[in-house]
């Protein structure tokens, strides 16, 4: 699975939209970018994932360039229960469903 | 939504006991559960791939004769670490794959946070 590389920390408004950056430029055709975020003391939560087109759901919206390397995760009015650890994980869709974690973005919601 | 359990939440054990965890998918079936560990400040690492009805495939590095892996029902995963060491004291959690889940493929349990004396 293609490596992936995000910022380390960052800090956002409550109510302000966060914009989190995953450079992913080794990724394959028929490599998916997938997110997930851990809020603290927790297990992994599922947000959202693509392969190509944009995509959207009741948590986030996942805006993917048009070469695929590189891609952003929107949180659209972040709250203090957004803070948490975010991971873009990219991989393919095969049988073994493996999931490898990368160090990922401490996001900091602040009042 | 798919609902992933881990049982106990936390443990503290004396050096040289076993420690039985166990992950359950309480609303659906997993042919495939998935285990990790996760030190301070640090992200998850997979141990291994538990397999329902065969051997688990351990990860390179992870001793296969220290982490035991169980699978023996389609709802129930289970990691016993055996001899712990404070070493092992960490975070571990348990995912389990959701075939007919849609968007999301892998649901994760809790974690129970293991801490040896």
């Known amino acids: 699975d293609a490596k992936t590389t995000q910022p380390t920390s960052m800090d956002c408004a409550e109510g302000r939209a966060a914009n989190l950056p995953c450079n992913h430029s080794?990724?394959?055709?028929?490599?998916?970018v997938y997110w997930y975020r851990q809020i603290h003391s927790q297990g992994p939560q599922y947000i959202i994932h693509g392969l190509k087109n944009n995509e959207t759901n009741e948590m986030a919206s996942l805006i993917i360039t048009e070469d695929r390397k590189s891609s952003t995760l929107i949180l659209p009015h972040a709250t203090l229960r957004d803070t948490a650890v975010y991971y873009c994980?990219?991989?393919?869709?095969?049988?073994?469903?493996?999931?490898?974690f990368g160090a990922g973005t401490t996001v900091t919601v602040r009042a | 939504g798919a609902v992933v359990s881990q049982h106990p939440s936390r443990v503290i054990c004396k050096s040289g006991t076993s420690v039985k965890i166990e992950c359950r998918s309480l609303?659906?079936?997993?042919?495939?559960m998935f285990w990790y560990r996760q030190f301070p400040k640090q992200s998850l690492m997979l141990m291994a791939t538990s397999n329902e009805g065969s051997k688990a495939t351990y990860e390179q590095g992870v001793e296969k004769d220290k982490f035991l892996i169980n699978h023996a029902s389609l709802t129930l995963s289970t990691l016993t670490v055996t001899s712990a060491h404070p070493e092992d004291s960490s975070f571990y959690i348990c995912?389990?794959?959701?075939?007919?889940?849609?968007?999301?493929?892998?649901?994760f349990g809790p974690g129970t946070r293991l801490t040896v004396l």
């Open positions: 080794t990724i394959s055709g028929n490599e998916y």
């Open positions: 995912s389990a794959h959701h075939p007919g889940s849609g968007d999301n493929e892998q649901f």
């Open positions: 994980i990219v991989r393919v869709a095969s049988n073994d469903y493996k999931l490898s």
């Open positions: 609303d659906f079936q997993a042919t495939t």
